[in-house]
């Protein structure tokens, strides 16, 4: 065992036993490296010791020394020209210290790293009054050996987000952590969220991407930009069709593409199956960190869990968005794109689910498909069309538990007016199951 301390002089503790090192001339600044090699590093004031290890004279604080595990000097490294060091000391990250630095007034006007492999400094924060660093690393995120830029990969949030947004951040750490096992990956809205229980399929091992503050353009990198590249057991994909929200705008473009972690994804092709094997850590000591969402996260494999029930809302459903807003000619043009995620999927090879999910049938009384407006009528001609398209497309199946509030999802099964409760999700997710196993 080995304790130093350094207070005028550098006094030790070896198992058991003081005594006291560096000749009895005056030292400070002790620290104690965290690794095996037991190193002291400290300051000393000029003394002579240091000069005729070094070969020449310094000033004081003006070099820092090291002493192995038996008091031996072993190296020494100059603080940078006019300054000299304070307040030093070893972080958690072997060869690696931190120390403030003082000019010829004795101000402390910065923090450098230090790098005991080369004794080569860098200078890390300038300021006034920057005192008694200290550098603590997770060790899950030690990556020096890395050419990847750790500033962003894995980085899926950030405090300018929607707080709405920091849910998909958890669900990209599944989606690392599980990527060799996936076989359907369910996304969307928070409808889907809150419906579909992937740890109730049984026709394959899922999880769910779906989220508040998500949307099929979302949906579309989740499956071929991230899914299609990364998953090598992928089969079937899991979309809602919110016949209300479809039209809402771009979650993509708007929330996610200029995050760090996306934005790093997207200018290496989304890794293309070359999936950094420091992806998943980098992921989890990210910014927004949180132990309690990522085990809701993961227990339940991105299902919203334990929501409860408090019914449809009442008779008179709360209608968000102007029903006369979206026309025939933005109904056609989203239909073309949901035929063409169908259509890339089919070249893909998987399989297509597209989930109509129930609403309040109280919205049969009103001129809205639900919560988020579109005309009855124009949803009616939608679900026409993409009926349709199971006959043209062999990997597309529409499951339409809607019914155009024609649904047999009761009060009891609701968790407000667009969400299943526990019950709800219960009964969905087995029809889910039962559709996927008829699936190649």
């Known amino acids: 065992s080995l304790a130093v301390t350094g207070a005028r002089l550098l006094r030790a503790n070896v198992k058991g036993k003081d005594s006291v090192w560096y000749n009895g001339e005056q030292a400070c600044n002790a620290s104690l490296s965290k690794d095996s090699t037991k190193r002291t590093m400290f300051s000393d004031f000029g003394g002579q010791t240091g000069a005729d290890f070094v070969g020449s004279s310094y000033g004081t604080h003006e070099r820092l020394l090291i002493a192995d595990s038996t008091g031996t000097l072993i190296q020494s490294i100059a603080a940078p020209e006019n300054f000299a060091f304070d307040h030093s000391e070893w972080s958690n990250i072997k060869n690696i210290a931190v120390s403030s630095v003082t000019n010829r007034n004795l101000a402390h006007t910065a923090l450098y790293l230090i790098s005991t492999t080369d004794s080569s400094l860098l200078k890390v924060v300038e300021g006034n009054e920057l005192w008694h660093p200290s550098l603590w690393v997770n060790k899950q995120n030690l990556l020096l050996q890395t050419d990847l830029d750790l500033d962003s990969l894995g980085v899926y949030y950030t405090p300018t987000i929607h707080s709405a947004g920091d849910m998909l951040r958890y669900k990209m750490e599944l989606f690392w952590k599980d990527l060799d096992s996936i076989e359907i990956l369910v996304t969307g809205s928070s409808r889907p969220w809150a419906s579909v229980d992937p740890t109730s399929i049984t026709a394959g091992y899922a999880i769910s991407m779906a989220t508040a503050l998500n949307d099929i353009y979302v949906g579309r990198q989740l499956v071929f930009n991230y899914g299609i590249s990364n998953l090598p057991r992928l089969k079937t994909v899991v979309i809602a069709l919110d016949l209300d929200l479809l039209f809402n705008e771009n979650y993509w473009d708007s929330y996610y593409a200029n995050i760090p972690g996306y934005a790093y994804d997207v200018n290496h092709n989304y890794w293309n199956g070359n999936t950094p094997s420091v992806i998943y850590e980098a992921s989890v000591n990210s910014y927004g960190s949180n132990q309690s969402n990522r085990d809701f996260v993961y227990t339940y494999r991105g299902f919203y869990a334990n ?75 939608m679900i026409n069309e993409i009926k349709e398209m199971e006959k043209d497309y062999s990997n597309f199946r529409l499951m339409d538990e809607n019914k155009m509030g024609n649904h047999d999802y009761t009060e009891e099964m609701a968790l407000d007016y667009d969400h299943l409760g526990s019950l709800g999700a219960a009964l969905l997710t087995s029809r889910l199951d039962s559709l996927l196993k008829t699936l190649p």
């Open 307 to 381: 929501q409860g029930a408090a019914g449809w809302g009442g008779v008179s459903p709360l209608i968000i968005n102007d029903t006369t807003a979206i026309g025939i000619n933005e109904v056609n043009k989203m239909l073309s794109y949901i035929e063409s995620f169908i259509s890339l999927a089919k070249e893909k090879e998987i399989n297509v689910v597209g989930v109509i999910f129930p609403q309040s049938p109280s919205y049969k009384k009103t001129g809205s498909f639900g919560r988020y407006g579109t005309r009855r009528s124009l949803a009616i001609q």
